[in-house]
């Protein structure tokens, strides 16, 4: 069974950078499509950037293209999202989340993904 645990998030200053982690276990991070979304308090998960098998496609929404990065590391067993120039808009909780096994590309609808983890709260102050 894949399970992803999320770390990294914060409370930062409008302008600050944040690194977010996903940390793989019980499968292989190069055999999944990824994606990070976010959801903020009282509303709906909302996509924020995928990315192909393989990690050579990236896809950020247009909200934060430009300012967040989302990367795997096959090494480290590990997916990335990198998160510059925060705006308070970026609060939320963040999570990881796995498409099909062996699918190139996931999507932008959460329900295409078919493992998560926990979340990690990242909250960015005025």
């Known amino acids: 069974q894949l399970q992803l645990v999320e770390s990294g998030g914060g409370l930062v200053q409008a302008g600050a950078s944040l690194r977010l982690t996903c940390v793989i276990s019980?499968?292989?991070?190069?055999?999944?499509?990824w994606g990070w979304f976010r959801q903020a308090q009282g509303k709906e998960r909302d996509f924020v950037a995928r990315?192909?098998?393989?990690?050579?496609?990236?896809f950020p929404a247009e909200s934060v293209k430009g300012r967040f990065t989302i990367s795997t590391d096959n090494a480290k067993n590990t997916v990335y999202l990198q998160m510059n120039s925060l705006k308070p808009e970026d609060t939320a909780v963040y999570y990881c989340?796995?498409?099909?096994?062996?699918?190139?590309?996931?999507?932008?609808?959460?329900?295409?993904?078919?493992?998560w983890g926990q979340g990690t709260q990242v909250t960015v102050s005025s």
């Open positions: 990315i192909s098998r393989l990690g050579s496609i990236t």
């Open positions: 989340a796995a498409a099909s096994r062996l699918a190139t590309f996931g999507s932008e609808a959460p329900g295409a993904y078919n493992y």
């Open positions: 019980g499968g292989t991070v190069s055999d999944y499509p």
